[in-house]
């Protein structure tokens, strides 16, 4: 019989860092700082290994994300290094804890990390795996909550590095301090620049309704999750009676989330998370649900997979970059034009920047 040479699952290096932001991210509800992240290196007995990294909003969350992470090695050592089986494996061994909150983290990290490897066993880029080539993708800049004339200055600093897509914060006292907010935008940036904004789920969908009447004269290209996440029916609402597209999709925890909201007709478009919606595994399964009902794509966060993802996307859409996680990576996403341009680079392109990650420890 012939002997299984498949390379298999040696072990686990996970890290915790705090990497400062360049210029703090301002929301409605505080002002962001840096990042907390979690790195996993996944170690193959082939001598390569794996990475990726998954965000926890918080530091308080670092310590238990990272612990969980590096608990959950002894359950996949000596496996195949198989992602697609690893995760089946996981998401039985896990199913009553469920797939969301500091679990379904742990498990998109080492999802991520294996698919990573996996490409790098084979000397491929990541979308080459999935069978899919390299391709320019549309991005949009992030401005936030810095009213109207931190958002004007935001906008006309995004169209002058060359992108036609800008995303702004909004849910000011009253819905003309929104408008004025997007007026601000438009005179800035020109009036070829795409312009989405973010409720951060602030709005009831009663109020969300009558912010929609007015701003749908904006010719706004979206409006992400005026109401809670999970509130699909009161998001369906809020599609109906807007001419605006609605988006949502950062805060599903997995497939079926989707799946719940899709059928809800809460959304025009989805924006999965790569970390939330299961990692690559998840992704792949929710870029084949999102063509079946021809909905468009984006992503949140993780420019650097979504980006290659997002190649692997039959309905992709727009690639929300952000650069504050660039500090710790050697060769951060290349943006051109608006564009993100990935090269033939093996794996997902991320390499560690060590002195970096040394620095920024937790």
């Known amino acids: 019989m012939h002997k299984d040479s498949s390379p298999t699952i040696q072990g686990f290096k996970v890290r915790a860092v705090r990497v400062p932001m360049t210029e703090p991210h301002k929301t409605a509800s505080g002002v962001i700082t840096e990042s907390p992240l979690v790195l996993t290196d996944i170690l193959t007995d082939t001598g390569i290994s794996g990475h990726s990294i998954v965000f926890t909003y918080t530091p308080a969350a670092l310590k238990p994300t990272a612990g969980l992470i590096q608990n959950f090695e002894a359950l996949v050592q000596g496996d195949a290094l198989a992602p697609a089986e690893v995760e089946q494996k996981l998401a039985k061994r896990f199913r009553l804890l469920g797939p969301q909150g500091l679990v379904g983290i742990a498990l998109a990290a080492i999802d991520m990390a294996l698919w990573d490897a996996l490409a790098r066993v084979h000397s491929m880029p990541l979308v080459r795996l999935l069978g899919e080539v390299e391709k320019p993708v549309r991005a949009y800049g992030a401005i936030g909550y810095d009213g109207v004339k931190g958002s004007g200055n935001g906008a006309e600093s995004w169209a002058k590095r060359g992108f036609t897509g800008v995303k702004a914060k909004i849910g000011y006292p009253t819905v003309q301090e929104d408008v004025a907010v997007v007026r601000a935008i438009r005179k800035a940036a020109g009036d070829d620049m795409a312009i989405m904004v973010d409720y951060n789920q602030c709005l009831t969908p009663t109020e969300a309704v009558e912010r929609l009447r007015v701003l749908d004269d904006e010719g706004l ?142």
Request: with cysteine.
């Open 221 to 362: 290209t979206w409006v992400e999750e005026p109401t809670l996440a999970h509130d699909y029916a009161g998001h369906a609402l809020v599609a109906r009676e807007a001419r605006t597209p609605i988006q949502c999709g950062e805060n599903w925890w997995g497939t079926l989330d989707m799946m719940h909201a899709i059928e809800a007709q809460a959304s025009d478009f989805v924006m999965p998370d790569v970390m939330k919606i299961g990692g690559v595994s998840g992704w792949l399964r929710a870029a084949t649900i999102a063509q079946t009902k021809n909905i468009r794509v984006s992503n949140h966060l993780w420019p650097e997979i979504s980006t290659r993802l997002l190649c692997c996307t039959p309905t992709a859409h727009w690639l929300e970059y952000a650069d504050w996680w660039n500090p710790i990576l050697t060769e951060p996403l290349r943006i051109e034009k608006g564009m993100a341009i990935i090269d033939d680079a093996i794996g997902s392109g991320m390499e560690w920047n060590e002195d970096a990650v040394s620095r920024f420890s937790a």
